[in-house]
């Protein structure tokens, strides 16, 4: 799928099962607005080769919208880039531990990340943390506190106070 394919799909889904249930919000023009959200929807779906699974996340995206919507009034960008992320992440298929009896390294990370747990300076390596983000769901505002911790590192602080584990 192309992206103006992406944003055709996108708009129709706005059009067809967004804006029944919401109203435009005041002091702000109505076009724009759903531009916003049609730009911060198709920019925060991963990369999908057909219309079938597309509509699927975005079906899952309006569920998760109107589930956590506070008001009648269409919601801000930020709720619909949350609600992809969360309903992207839910259709991850997670998979049982390597034949070897061993866990997943980017599974183990990825649980202590989210549990702001200390994690190997390895990770925050110019090749391993594209990496790392690229097969979790992490995030860089979840990776920010380890970069910066790793920053503070170089100049000398100690590992463990910076939340940073350097693996023996």
């Given amino acids: 799928m192309n992206f103006d394919q992406r944003m055709n ?21 109505k076009v724009t607005a759903l531009q916003d959200v049609a730009d911060a929807v198709n920019s925060n779906i991963p990369k999908i080769e057909n219309m079938q699974q597309f509509q699927s996340h975005l079906d899952n995206v309006g569920r998760k919208v109107i589930q956590n ?6 919601p801000v960008p930020k709720d619909f880039i949350d609600a992809c992320r969360e309903a992207t992440k839910s259709r991850t298929v997670v998979s049982g531990p390597p034949k070897s009896g061993r866990s997943c390294p980017y599974a183990i ?3 202590r990340v989210k549990a ?10 110019d090749i ?16 920010q506190p380890y970069i910066v911790a790793h920053k503070h590192n170089k100049e000398g602080d100690n590992d463990e106070q910076n939340g940073v584990y350097r693996g023996e």
């Fill in 69 to 74: 919507a506070r008001s009648r009034t269409l």
């Fill in 9 to 29: 799909a996108v708009k129709q889904w706005l059009r067809d099962d967004i804006l029944p249930r919401f109203t435009a919000p005041t002091n702000i023009d």
């Fill in 116 to 125: 702001r747990e200390p994690i190997a300076d390895t990770w925050l390596s």
């Fill in 128 to 143: 391993q943390l594209p990496d790392l983000l690229a097969k979790t769901n992490l995030t860089m505002e979840d990776m």
């Fill in 109 to 111: 990370t990825e649980r």
